[in-house]
C-alpha cells in the first residue's frame, strides 16, 4: 500500500473491522436513504474521517447494496407533463408548440415531402381518425412538394401516402395553405374535403409534372420512364379529382409549370376560399 493507502486503512479501523472508505457511489446516494436501506445512524455532511472519529458508522458495500435495491424498488412520480407557466413570456422557456396545435386537431406540414416528414403526417393522420373520427383534422401546408429549386429530394410516393391516408381516415380533412403549396403539395391541398379547402391571401399555389430523377445504366432507362409515366398519369387522376376538370386539360396545363395566386386557385378549383378573417367558415 501507499502512504495514503496506510494511513487510510489506519484510520478506518473501527470496532474490531477494517472498513474501506467511503467509495464515490457512496458520496452521490444521500446519508437519509443510505440510514433508512441500512438501518445506520449517518452523520449528514461529515466526511468518513469524522464519522470515524464522531463514532458514526460508515456504510459497508453490502449496505450500499441495500441501498441501491431500496432506490430501485421506489415508483417514479410524474406530477405534470408540462409546467405551469408563470411570468411574462421574457422569463419563461418556450413551451411546446407543436404539441399545443396537435390537440386542436391540426397537422402542418412545413417542410419538403421526405420519408421523414411522411412518417410524421401519417402517424398524426391516423392518431386523430382514433382519437375522435367525426371532428374534422386541419392540415396547414407550407411546402414546395418532393423538390426544391429544380432538385429531388423526396419520392412521390411520399404525396401518394399522404393522399391515400387522407382518404382513408374517417374524419374529413381541410387543408389550408400558407405560404407556398407547390407541386405534390398542391394535390394534397386540392384533395381536401371539398368546400372546406382554403388558402391565406398571400400564399403561392403551383401545379407542375413530377420531376425525374432516375440515373443509371442504359438498358434501365426505358423502365425508369415507364415509372415516371405510370406518376404522372396517378398525378393527373388526383389533380382530376379535386379540381373538377377532364385531364386532357390538366395535362396540357402542367406541361410547365403553372402559377395561382388564391382567387384564380379558386377560379381553377384548386381550392375553394380565401381565407382574411380567421377560420370562421373552416
Same mark, same amino acid.
Given at each position: 500500500?501507499?502512504?495514503?493507502?496506510?494511513?487510510?486503512?489506519?484510520?478506518?479501523?473501527?470496532?474490531?473491522?477494517?472498513?474501506?472508505?467511503?467509495?464515490?457511489?457512496?458520496?452521490?446516494?444521500? @446519508?437519509?436513504?443510505?440510514?433508512?436501506?441500512?438501518?445506520?445512524?449517518?452523520?449528514?455532511?461529515?466526511?468518513?474521517?469524522?464519522?470515524?472519529?464522531?463514532?458514526?458508522?460508515?456504510?459497508?458495500?453490502?449496505?450500499?447494496?441495500?441501498?441501491?435495491?431500496?432506490?430501485?424498488?421506489?415508483?417514479?412520480?410524474?406530477?405534470?407533463?408540462?409546467? @405551469?407557466?408563470? /411570468?411574462?413570456?421574457?422569463?419563461?422557456?418556450?413551451?411546446?408548440?407543436?404539441?399545443?396545435?396537435?390537440?386542436?386537431?391540426?397537422?402542418?406540414?412545413?417542410?419538403?415531402?421526405?420519408?421523414?416528414?411522411?412518417?410524421?403526417?401519417?402517424?398524426?393522420?391516423?392518431?386523430?381518425?382514433?382519437?375522435?373520427?367525426?371532428?374534422?383534422?386541419?392540415?396547414?401546408?407550407? @411546402?414546395?412538394?418532393?423538390?426544391?429549386?429544380?432538385?429531388?429530394?423526396? %419520392?412521390?410516393?411520399?404525396?401518394?401516402?399522404? %393522399?391515400?391516408?387522407?382518404?382513408?381516415?374517417?374524419?374529413?380533412?381541410?387543408?389550408?395553405?400558407?405560404?407556398?403549396?407547390?407541386?405534390?403539395?398542391?394535390?394534397?391541398?386540392?384533395?381536401?374535403?371539398?368546400?372546406?379547402?382554403?388558402?391565406?391571401?398571400?400564399?403561392?399555389?403551383?401545379?407542375?409534372?413530377?420531376?425525374?430523377?432516375?440515373?443509371?445504366?442504359?438498358?434501365?432507362?426505358?423502365?425508369?420512364?415507364?415509372?415516371?409515366?405510370?406518376?404522372?398519369?396517378?398525378?393527373?387522376?388526383?389533380?382530376?379529382? /379535386?379540381?373538377?376538370?377532364?385531364?386532357?386539360?390538366?395535362?396540357?396545363?402542367?406541361?410547365?409549370?403553372? %402559377?395561382?395566386?388564391?382567387?384564380?386557385?379558386?377560379?381553377?378549383?384548386?381550392?375553394?376560399?380565401?381565407?382574411?378573417?380567421?377560420?370562421?367558415?373552416?
Amino acid at each position: 500500500l501507499t502512504g495514503l493507502g496506510r494511513r487510510a486503512v489506519r484510520l478506518s479501523t473501527f470496532r474490531g473491522a477494517i472498513v474501506a472508505p467511503p467509495t464515490r457511489c457512496c458520496h452521490h446516494m444521500s @446519508s437519509s436513504t443510505l440510514a433508512v436501506a441500512s438501518g445506520a445512524t449517518v452523520c449528514r455532511g461529515l466526511s468518513w474521517r469524522r464519522r470515524l472519529e464522531s463514532g458514526s458508522r460508515i456504510p459497508r458495500r453490502a449496505d450500499r447494496r441495500v441501498a441501491a435495491r431500496a432506490l430501485a424498488g421506489q415508483r417514479l412520480e410524474i406530477k405534470a407533463v408540462i409546467p @405551469s407557466l408563470q /411570468g411574462d413570456a421574457s422569463t419563461q422557456s418556450p413551451p411546446d408548440l407543436p404539441s399545443y396545435i396537435f390537440k386542436e386537431r391540426i397537422v402542418y406540414l412545413g417542410m419538403t415531402l421526405v420519408p421523414s416528414v411522411t412518417e410524421l403526417i401519417l402517424a398524426e393522420l391516423l392518431y386523430l381518425q382514433y382519437e375522435d373520427n367525426l371532428k374534422p383534422i386541419y392540415l396547414y401546408i407550407n @411546402s414546395t412538394g418532393t423538390s426544391k429549386e429544380g432538385q429531388k429530394y423526396g %419520392y412521390d410516393t411520399e404525396a401518394f401516402a399522404i %393522399y391515400d391516408t387522407m382518404k382513408y381516415v374517417n374524419p374529413p380533412v381541410h387543408t389550408v395553405a400558407v405560404g407556398t403549396a407547390w407541386g405534390e403539395a398542391a394535390m394534397l391541398l386540392a384533395s381536401g374535403e371539398k368546400g372546406h379547402r382554403a388558402a391565406l391571401p398571400s400564399a403561392s399555389i403551383m401545379i407542375k409534372q413530377p420531376i425525374n430523377a432516375f440515373r443509371g445504366q442504359a438498358s434501365e432507362l426505358e423502365i425508369q420512364r415507364k415509372e415516371i409515366r405510370n406518376t404522372k398519369r396517378q398525378t393527373m387522376d388526383i389533380l382530376a379529382k /379535386g379540381i373538377g376538370k377532364p385531364i386532357e386539360e390538366i395535362e396540357k396545363d402542367i406541361n410547365r409549370p403553372k %402559377y395561382f395566386n388564391p382567387w384564380e386557385a379558386v377560379e381553377y378549383g384548386l381550392i375553394d376560399q380565401v381565407l382574411d378573417g380567421g377560420m370562421k367558415n373552416m
